[in-house]
């Protein structure tokens, strides 16, 4: 099983100078980090352990500024790898990541004490207290990233942490936050990220929420390796042909289609480090998007989402104003406006109260309340309908064919009827009656679509041309003379009428299947 470990710890500490030294790699890619000396994106590097476990490292940076990078790098990880500079000690960024991790739920994993190579016996042992302190329960290994010293006993604890953990989530359906987009010349758009769950393979159909577009898989790579097939754990990236790179960014999900709804709407319960202000960023996924905090009682809030997230329940945010104020659990995704702490508690006793639909083992669920909400819409929609067609389009949307039949509405077509519905021709009785005393074999010209419809379903009129109408005593006239081979020319001097006229009325022939054009002539059809 692949799983994902993370890095912490604060800035300068030795972390990304610990990942090369274990896996060869240098993650400071960007110019500016090498310049600078210091992390600000994310780094990436395969690390194959003794024992075979693969592990994806994911290297954050320490810098106070990168904290909300950091978030988006820890978020769905398996594991941590704490770093910690033996010299110094624990400092600001090592108890805040510290916290990230255990409000993301990433409980397990091994803290390095770094640059044992310039740090004597006493101050070693000082170190590994505070980390014990720290993280109870965590093995605590003395290392060198420069000296190369202490890196077997790490590669041991790490071993050991990752076999007694699982990926969670690896049968719910795929889902991938992209917390990188490029372009490869010759290839196109390539999103990396940590696949949650699921699994993605080469020509598989996804969506990229919450900007909604469908995407198809070209190809997939692991740690820089073609597969068929990536599982979830694993550090992902992924060919999207003819997407733009702008079109998809750190932030957005990959999911399988119809599995998760984009939410502005997120009921949580707290976990807070400090007073939480009424305006903070919610970082789900990758996404980092800006929140107004509803408290519910003194343990729930509803965060009402500047942009929307693809969350799930169960998933973990982290609340953040300048500095991490707190985290939650989500307890349901869109839900009503109006939370009360009893739905909240509900839904934390696990007693799934749904409200918009959600696909429960298999089939669409949905509130009452919800259902109530969307008839009262629609029913808006069909007071303001014209009363010659008082009916509204068919939701679109993947829950349509579930929900439609409890609506108590009538299904026409594409569209909902209240039931026993019928056209009506109201206001417009008068101007009804005043084109029926027009219409003969000359096409009128009726800028009223609806009504022309309505007056032709009722067998009033026949429709021609793009706009024009006759009477149906002249369209059963005009029939009566087709005969097999009848020219344009010969049916219009039958009639006595022009040539425009004529083709109008040839036309609708041929579309209602009485005749087919042969050359320059027509053939009537049977039947
Ligand atoms: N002597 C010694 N120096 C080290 C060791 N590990 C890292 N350093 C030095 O410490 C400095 C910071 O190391 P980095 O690996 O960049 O630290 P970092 O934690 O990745 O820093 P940020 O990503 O910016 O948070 C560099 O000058 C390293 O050469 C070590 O084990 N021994
Ligand atoms: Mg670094």
């Known amino acids: 099983m692949p799983l994902t470990v993370a890095t912490a710890g604060h800035i300068d500490h030795g972390k990304t100078t610990l990942v090369e030294a274990l896996t060869g790699k240098n993650t400071d890619r960007l110019p500016e980090e090498r310049a600078r000396g210091i992390s600000i994106d994310l780094g990436y590097a395969p690390l194959e352990l003794p024992d075979g476990t693969q592990l ?35 400092r600001p960024q090592t108890h805040e990541h510290l916290a990230v991790l255990r409000l993301l739920g990433v409980e397990r994993g091994v803290v390095a004490l770094t640059k044992s190579d310039v740090a004597d016996d006493d101050t070693l042992e000082l170190a590994r207290a505070e980390a014990e302190e720290l993280v109870p329960g965590a093995a605590v290994v003395a290392v060198s990233g420069r000296t190369g010293d202490g890196l077997d006993e790490l590669r041991a ?16 359906p795929t889902r991938l936050y992209v917390d990188r987009s490029f372009t490869l010349r010759g290839i196109g758009t390539v999103v990396t990220g940590t696949l949650w769950s699921g699994s993605i393979g080469e020509g598989d159909e996804l969506r990229v929420e919450p900007r909604g577009r469908s995407v198809r898989v070209r190809s997939v790579q692991v740690h820089d390796r073609a597969v068929d097939r990536a599982s979830a754990g694993q550090r992902v990236a992924i060919a999207l042909p003819g997407v733009e790179r702008s079109d998809v960014r750190r932030g957005d999900a990959l999911v399988a289609p119809g599995a998760y709804r984009p ?29 107004r905090v509803i408290p519910v009682g003194d343990r729930y809030a509803q965060l009402r989402l500047s942009t929307p997230v693809v969350a799930s329940r169960g998933d973990r945010v982290v609340l953040r104003a300048g500095t991490t104020v707190g985290g939650g659990v989500v ?20 007693e799934t109260l749904v409200h918009a639909p959600e696909r429960v083992d298999g089939d669409w669920v949905w509130s009452e309340e919800w259902l109530d909400e969307l008839r009262a819409g629609l029913e808006r929609s069909i007071d303001a309908a014209d009363p010659l067609d008082p009916g509204v389009p068919v939701p679109v949307a993947e829950w349509a064919k579930a929900v439609v039949p409890h609506l108590g509405l009538e299904l026409r077509g594409a569209k909902l009827y209240r039931p026993g519905a019928a056209a009506d021709l109201g206001a417009r009785a008068d101007a009804a009656a005043a ?74 022939f041929d579309a209602d299947g009485v005749t087919r054009r042969v050359g320059d002539a027509r053939v009537l059809r049977r039947r």
């Not at 009504?451 to 059963?476: H, K, M, T, W």
Request: aromatic share 4%; glycine share 8%.
């Open 263 to 291: 939410s502005y709407r997120l009921d949580v319960a707290l976990e807070p480090l400090a007073d939480i202000p009424a305006r903070v960023h919610v970082h789900h996924g990758t996404a980092d998007v800006l929140a």
């Open 56 to 90: 994806s490292v994911v290297d954050v940076p320490g810098h106070e500024r990168f904290v909300r990078t950091m978030v988006a790098g820890a978020t769905g990880v398996d594991l941590f790898l704490l770093v910690i500079d033996a010299n110094e000690g624990a």
């Open 435 to 508: 084109l029926e005393a027009q219409l003969g074999l000359e096409p009128v010209k009726v800028e009223d679509a609806a009504l022309a419809r309505f007056l032709e379903n009722d067998g009033r009129l026949v429709r021609v041309g793009d706009g024009y109408a006759i009477s149906p005593q002249a369209y059963e006239q005009a029939r009566s003379v087709l005969a097999d081979g009848i020219t344009l020319a010969q049916f219009r001097d039958a009639l006595g009428i022009g040539r425009k006229t004529a083709q109008m009325l040839l036309e609708r």
């Open 157 to 172: 604890a790490l071993a050991a942490t990752a076999s007694a953990q699982e990926h969670a989530g690896g049968d719910a």
């Open 331 to 350: 307890l349901a995704t869109n839900p009503p406006r109006h939370a009360s702490v009893e739905r909240m508690e509900a839904a934390e006793r696990g």
